[in-house]
């Protein structure tokens, strides 16, 4: 069992930049960030393997960066730029996927972009931190 907690979330305006952290009670092969807004599906923000690897899906290239502590067992995201559709609960993930990558059906996908299609399951969720970006 892997126990995750989220910090950083708050209230911020529109340009500004937040660091998300998320403690966790051991190492696992993977970590990702992920987010939901209000009526929307989860989507993947970002993964990062052991190695230290990341991966972020198209729509979150270029504003979002992933790192990790592995002296701390911390996961960070940092948000620059933030715009009113960043408001969302952003949650912490952690999976035993190896190299955050899961093949299926002659395909292979990371952690942030495994289609629903796929029934896959991560293995850990933490409650995540909201964040809220006004104009």
């Known amino acids: 069992q892997v126990q995750l907690m989220e910090s950083g979330g708050g209230s911020v305006q529109a340009g500004g930049s937040l660091r998300l952290s998320c403690v966790a009670s051991?190492?696992?092969?993977?970590m990702g960030w992920f987010r939901q807004s209000q009526g929307n599906e989860r989507e993947g923000v970002a993964a990062?393997?052991?190695?230290?690897?990341?991966s972020y899906p198209e729509s979150a290239k270029g504003r979002f960066t992933i790192s990790k502590d592995n002296a701390k067992n911390t996961l960070y995201l940092q948000i620059d730029n933030l715009k009113p559709e960043d408001t969302a609960m952003y949650y912490c993930?952690?999976?035993?996927?190896?190299?955050?990558?899961?093949?299926?059906?002659?395909?292979?996908?990371?952690?942030?972009?495994?289609?629903?299609?796929?029934?896959?399951?991560?293995?850990?969720w933490g409650k995540g931190t909201l964040v809220n970006v006004s104009s």
């Open positions: 051991r190492r696992t092969y993977c």
């Open positions: 990062i393997d052991s190695e230290g690897t990341a």
């Open positions: 993930a952690a999976d035993n996927l190896p190299r955050c990558t899961y093949c299926t059906g002659g395909s292979c996908y990371t952690l942030t972009n495994i289609p629903p299609t796929a029934h896959y399951t991560v293995d850990y």
